[in-house]
């Protein structure tokens, strides 16, 4: 079991977490209702959760290590929420965190992989089904208008999954008639980008898509 802090503490370090930088008092003030202030700051500080020191005129706080730590002990503890006074939603949010731990653990992810940018986390490859529909959500992003098309070059940032497996999800679906691919006609408009994330198919180089139906 972690270390039970208060309310106002476990709220601003969920806080913290959840944001995975430095954030400074007013923006938590703004975002929360409150700021990290007096001994709940100097307690956090002193346990080695949290950096929190003045930038400018207010205090920022950032996770230490040790506050990553903390924050996963206590969603994975499985224990009641801090001691009173509490709110049903309390209450829930813990059950919700407690599911959340869960789908971690399946995951083999870190609370870090999820909500630090800086980690640069490697998540597993999710099915291939999963894949298509990333392949249709991303489209819809960026598609201007109905069958419109999109240039693989923009499309395939926005899926975080291999070129082979989404050039095999694509294959699939244009074989089945389900997407359109085709060149570029204005060919010297090409960058060496739109060349690298063209698509082969029938010995032609495609490097626009277009979905029939969303």
């Known amino acids: ?12 370090m969920f806080t913290l977490m959840v944001l995975g930088r430095e954030v400074p008092n007013p923006e938590l003030k703004e975002l929360v209702g409150f700021t990290l202030t007096g001994k709940e700051r100097t307690q956090l500080k002193d346990a080695g959760y949290i950096t929190s020191e003045k930038v400018g005129r207010a205090f920022a706080h950032q996770l230490t290590d040790g506050g990553w730590a903390w924050c996963e002990g206590e969603i994975a503890a499985k224990t009641p929420p801090p ?9 829930s949010l813990y059950v919700v965190l407690g ?7 399946r995951k083999k ?9 800086t980690t640069g986390a490697v998540v597993e490859a999710e099915p291939e089904g999963d894949l298509e529909t990333r392949i249709r959500v991303a489209y819809r992003e960026l598609v201007k208008e109905p069958r419109g098309w999109v240039g693989l070059v923009d499309l395939r940032p926005k899926l975080g999954a291999p070129a082979a497996e989404v050039d095999a999800v694509l294959k699939r679906l244009s074989s ?13 408009a090409l960058t060496p980008a739109d060349h690298e994330a063209a698509i082969r198919i029938g010995g032609e180089d495609n490097h626009l898509l277009s979905i029939e139906a969303l």
């Open 1 to 12: 079991m972690t270390d039970r802090l208060g309310h106002k503490q476990t709220a601003a």
């Open 83 to 91: 001691p009173r006074p509490q709110s049903i939603l309390c209450s």
């Open 99 to 105: 599911g959340f731990d869960e789908f971690l653990r």
């Open 109 to 117: 992810l870190r609370l870090a992989d999820v909500f630090n940018p």
């Open 176 to 188: 089945a008639g389900q997407v359109h691919l085709v060149p570029e006609d204005n060919r010297k």
